[in-house]
Structures are given as C-alpha cells and as structure tokens.
C-alpha cells in the first residue's frame, strides 16, 4: 500500500507570491491534516479536511488555507509568502480522524523556502 | 488551549543504556498520546501510543507509561541502539487525529 504521497518535495519562492501544496492519502484515508515544521516552532497544527470539510483549524492566519477533493485529496494554499513561512509543510491521513484504534500516518513533507 | 511540554531537549546516553523523555498536558480532556520518531530528513514515523484508558504500553524495547492524575506521559527507550539516535516528539489530542498538540521535541544520540 502506498504511503502519504506530497507533492512537490522542495520549493522556493519570493515574499508576497502564493503557493499551493498537494498531499494524496494512503488509500482509503480519508482524514487528512497538515502540520508546519520549523526548528524554532515545532510541529503546529494548521487544519484538518474529512469528507471534503474541514472539522479543525489551528491558530494560523487566513493567508494559510486548504481544502480536500472527493478522493480525499488535499491541497494546501498559502498566500503572500512571508520569510516566516519557510518550513516543513507535512502531511498526514488516517482513515476517519476519530476511531479509537486508528494510526496517524505522515507524508515527507513540502519544504517550503521563502527567499 | 493544549499544551505540551517535553523535556529534555536534548538527551545523550551511551549504546545499552536506558533513555527516558516525559511530556507534560495541559487539557485534562486529552485521551490519546502518540509518540513519533523523525530521523533526519525523513517523516515522523509513529513508534508507540497510548490512550487514556490504559496506563502502559510495551512494544519490544520500547514503553510509554500514562499518569492521568499528574497529566504526564514518558518514553522509555531500553538497551538504546546507535539507531535509535533521533528526534522524539510526544503529542496529545482531544479528538482522536483530528488536532494532535506536539511537544517541543527531543533529540536522543546513542553513542556506541
């Protein structure tokens, strides 16, 4: 079974473009959330898709958004890149999100640098 | 909000030795308490977890211990590998995956 896919695995871009972050479930995962990682700041939680809703949201700014398709696929945006947005952008899929004996499986990563 | 706290930040033991890390919550109402494992340049693997109802858990070489009580959870790691040499980050949710709150991280070398 494939794992988490993320697409594409590195990225550079310059302050006040956008970019937009792909992450394929393993299959039949149907929850899918993403993380940011920096040294300084740890893993934070951005959001989580189920269902092509969003059921979670962390404490980012409305410039960091997403979404998830019918085949759970998710994307993740974010607008008017900041220096502060480089990071480690991972994904993870699980199956509901919320059943007791279910894993939380991470993709790579994006690794997002803001020049 | 949760919180989690994690100590040490770093930890250096010898081959053979024991390793233990301990993470703090905050939010009583957390009930899942995953563990994961990040080599350099790779993904968080998940090694172990535990949930609210159970108080500890064995997988080989590895053990998490949960005192609901004291809002506190631990990593043991015995007869430590240079393999083993990682960045370990605990984690605690409220709602299953659907928010995991990750500690600050700890970096564990095994020196043979």
């Known amino acids: 079974k494939a794992g988490v896919t993320q697409t594409p695995r590195y990225l550079i871009k310059t302050r006040g473009q956008q970019v937009t972050l792909s992450c394929s479930p393993i299959s039949g995962h149907r929850s899918v959330s993403w993380y940011q990682q920096t040294p300084g700041q740890g893993l934070q939680f951005l959001f989580e898709y189920f269902s092509e809703t969003q059921r979670n949201k962390g404490n980012f700014p409305g410039r960091f958004s997403g979404r998830q398709f019918s085949n759970s696929r998710s994307e993740m945006n974010v607008s008017t890149l900041e220096l502060g947005d480089s990071a480690l952008y991972l994904c993870?899929?699980?199956?509901?999100?919320?059943?007791?004996?279910?894993?939380?499986?991470f993709g790579s990563g994006t690794q997002l640098s803001v020049l | 909000g949760e919180n989690v706290e994690q100590h040490p930040s770093t930890l250096s033991v010898q081959e053979g030795d024991s390793a233990v890390i301990k993470c703090t919550y905050s939010?009583?109402?957390?009930?899942?308490f995953p563990w994961y494992k990040q080599e350099l340049g790779k993904r968080p693997q998940l090694i172990i977890d535990i949930r609210s109802n159970v108080g500890e858990k064995k997988d080989q070489r590895i053990a998490v211990t949960l005192n609901k009580t004291a809002k506190h959870f631990s990593l043991h790691i015995t007869e430590t590998q240079p393999e083993d040499s990682a960045v370990y980050f605990c984690?605690?949710?409220?709602?299953?995956?659907?928010?995991?709150?990750f500690g600050t991280g700890t970096r564990l070398l095994v020196s043979p």
């Open positions: 984690a605690a949710s409220i709602q299953g995956f659907q928010k995991l709150v």
């Open positions: 939010d009583s109402a957390s009930n899942y």
């Open positions: 993870a899929s699980s199956y509901t999100g919320a059943a007791t004996n279910e894993k939380l499986f």
